[in-house]
């Protein structure tokens, strides 16, 4: 059976409680959507408050330590992101690899430490510009994620999701052609499958992230291999979020 697509927002560093009612009304319009998982993660500070008003859409962080607990000031323990209601962290993503020197060892670190809490995990990869201009996109995305992924996960329980983001994308408006994103996911799916087995890496729903808006949501979330999406800007709005989510819904009804 295939998996309902995941939309997920990341917020980054946006948001303060004024933007709750944001997170309403996407949880309040996810309700009738049953066809898509839904899923918003905001910065820490908000995961708890977003948590107490989603009836329907999941709620997670953008990181967390390897560390369990100790003298790490100003860090997020994966227990203490489970502990504020979120059920899933995002990790790897090419903001912290880029912006906070993190390798792929410490994602590693990250997402094992991230299984043990109970969480669910997206893990991030991506190129830059500078690697697909030179004919290494796939080699070098393949090669991150091998590095970065837990060794093994539960049987088919979902608990791991990959998002391909190429870097150039994110942000940008610029986004890979419908065929380069087939030509990576088949590739990321190939290293699933090899990593995990034919019934649990084919279980993994891997999103495509870098530029997605209401406008180009179906073609992109329509490339082979793509089980969904991770947003940044658009999904800031309620109502960007949730274009981005009916182009799914469609999508699955077409
Ligand atoms: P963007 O960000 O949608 O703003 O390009 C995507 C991401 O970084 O997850």
Known sequence: MALRPYVVGNWKMNGTRAMLAEARAIDRS?????????A???PFTLIHAVHREAEQIGVGAQDCSPSPDGAYTGDISAAMVADSGA???ILGHS???QGHGESDALVLAKADAALAAGLKLIVCCGETEATRDAGEAERFVTGQLAASLPAAIDAADERLSVAYEPIWAIGTGRTPTVADIGTMHRAIRKLLVERYGEEQGSAVRILYGGSVKPENARELLGADEVGGALVGGASLTAESFLGIVMASVDLQDA
């Open 30 to 38: 996810a309700q009738r959507l049953m066809k898509v998982e839904v």
């Open 95 to 97: 903001e912290r690899r």
């Open 87 to 89: 059920k899933f962290v």
């Open 40 to 42: 918003l993660a905001p």
